[in-house]
């Protein structure tokens, strides 16, 4: 248990106990004197055999938490909320009123998800026992909702005993914040910036991140360390070129696509592509009823947006219906159809492949990374047939990957964020990417003359230093 053997008059301690040394189950605690915060409550993703059991119990006493600090709704940093609330956590979970809307969407449907999985399993286990719970259920989701407590961004308010908290804008997806603690114990001052995740400045969709509070700790993201995004010219000439070829041969344009933040950014791409003329005229449907109801977020928050975002979801066909979603590939003409299931292997797309894949006429954008073993990386790799629904298939369409659609700082992105706190030499501790990427930071803000940086292990405890009278 956390805390359990550190002296009474101890410095502030942060520990990772997920998003440490790879990228998905952010949840990091920071015991003070004045109680513990939780910062971001994630789902850890992968196989669920091997996830299960680290998604449903806590590393740390949730009756010890002062209160919840979420960073965004991205699943990877509040989809495990509701585990916490099911096993007894009442308190407020701050964040932005922008990601408490947002996240309100994002756990329901992962509730509804939860539910999904556990009545297959044991559908498939025809009954036997042990019975198979899910992990959260609509009921926990909706409590977990009704803990959501809005902050505004720049607007220090007091989280526990001694600890000051400011929100500011991560510029990463709408609401999406970094987070500064201030905290008093014992008479000494300690400082925390905790990145969650952060936007790229020169995409143009949202304001660019605020800049990085100053602190004497600073837990940092570190995703695409090491890699740098192509142009946004290069991104939107190669979306424009892949809806050309669909019209061209008649065929449909097939977009696996994230509800969340993804699928309305292509669909803004789309529009501008075919506004300027650099895309012929395609109608597009959007397949997802998250998206739908994210896109109805967004058009409540116009303010939220460098670019009119929100407007753009209006001239398109939010498809939620499953009738009309499976008549959507053998309606006759071109037309672009973006659906859920980011990696391809799940949700609506997987129908729309099913229907598409054997056809020469039909392109396949794949617009976000592809994680090895998915559905996205085998059709990436252009195997002569292609399982889907259990049955092999012709793989006959063409597929594309076009990168440069994250909505994550790149490495040059964080090194330009990270300069300026060089000279208070804080200590500077990478999660939430794995170990090259972090460590292709970590030499660059070295040679910048950095001294004290480190890629902390699950668990591992770490000390605030004390700030500077
Ligand atoms: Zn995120």
């Given amino acids: 248990m956390e805390g359990s053997e550190r ?19 952010s949840q990091h605690l920071v015991s003070t004197a004045g109680g513990s915060l939780l910062l971001d409550c994630g789902i850890i993703q992968g196989r669920r055999e091997e996830t299960d059991r680290r998604n449903s119990s806590f590393p740390f006493r949730v009756d010890h938490l002062a209160a919840v600090l979420l960073t965004h709704a991205h699943i990877d940093h509040c989809g495990n909320l509701p585990s916490l609330v099911r096993q ?4 407020p979970i701050y964040c932005t009123s922008m990601t408490a809307e947002l996240a309100a969407v994002m756990l329901a449907d992962s509730a509804k998800l939860q539910e999904e999985e556990s009545a297959q399993a044991i559908i498939r286990r025809r009954y036997s026992s ?13 409590r977990t909702t009704g803990l959501l407590t809005p902050v505004e961004y720049d607007s220090p308010l007091t989280v526990a005993p001694g600890v000051t908290a400011r929100f500011t804008d ?15 114990q014992y008479g000494h001052r300690y400082s925390l910036t905790y990145t969650g995740d952060l936007g790229r400045p020169g995409f143009g969709v949202l304001p660019a991140p605020a800049p990085l ?6 837990l940092c993201e570190s995703t695409y360390g090491g890699r740098r995004h192509p142009d946004p010219s290069t991104t939107e000439a190669a979306l424009a070129a892949a809806v050309a070829r669909a019209a061209s041969a008649g065929g449909k344009l097939i977009i696996p696509a994230f509800g969340f933040g993804r699928t309305q950014i292509i669909v803004h791409f789309l529009l501008k592509a075919m506004r300027e003329g650099a895309a012929p005229s395609l109608p597009i449907f959007v397949d997802s009823p998250l998206a739908s109801q994210v896109a109805a977020v967004f058009r409540r928050h116009p303010e939220a947006f460098a670019v009119d975002l929100p407007g753009d979801q209006a001239a398109v066909r939010y498809v939620t219906s499953m009738e009309e979603s499976a008549s959507l590939p053998d309606q006759p003409g071109s037309s672009i159809i973006i659906a859920a299931g980011g990696m391809g292997d799940g949700g609506r797309v997987a129908g729309h492949l099913m229907k598409t894949v054997s056809d020469t ?3 396949i954008a794949l617009v976000s990374f592809q994680a090895p073993r998915s559905l996205g990386r085998q059709l990436l ?19 594309r990957h076009l990168e440069g659609y994250s909505s994550h700082a790149d490495h040059d992105d964080v090194i330009a964020q990270l300069r300026p706190l060089i000279a208070g030499q804080p200590k500077v501790r990478f999660v939430h990417g794995e170990p090259t990427a972090a460590g292709a930071l970590a030499d660059d803000l ?12 699950v668990g591992e405890v770490m000390e605030l230093p004390a700030d500077p009278d």
Wanted: aromatic share 6%; with cysteine; hydrophobic share 45%.
């Fill in 7 to 25: 002296p009474v008059e101890a410095a502030p301690a942060l520990t990772c106990w997920g998003a440490a040394q790879t990228v998905t189950g």
């Fill in 88 to 91: 007894g956590y009442r308190g």
């Fill in 130 to 142: 042990p019975w198979i719970e899910p992990l959260y259920t609509l009921q926990d989701s909706a």
């Fill in 170 to 184: 991560a510029g990463h997806v709408p609401g999406s914040a970094v987070i500064h603690l201030q905290i008093e």
């Fill in 213 to 218: 509070p100053a602190a004497g700790l600073v």
């Fill in 361 to 363: 006429k039909n392109i």
């Fill in 381 to 399: 790799d252009r195997p002569e047939f292609i399982t889907l629904f259990g049955k092999d298939r012709p793989l006959r369409a063409e597929v």
């Fill in 446 to 457: 070295r040679a910048a003359g950095l001294k004290d940086i480190a890629v902390p292990a």
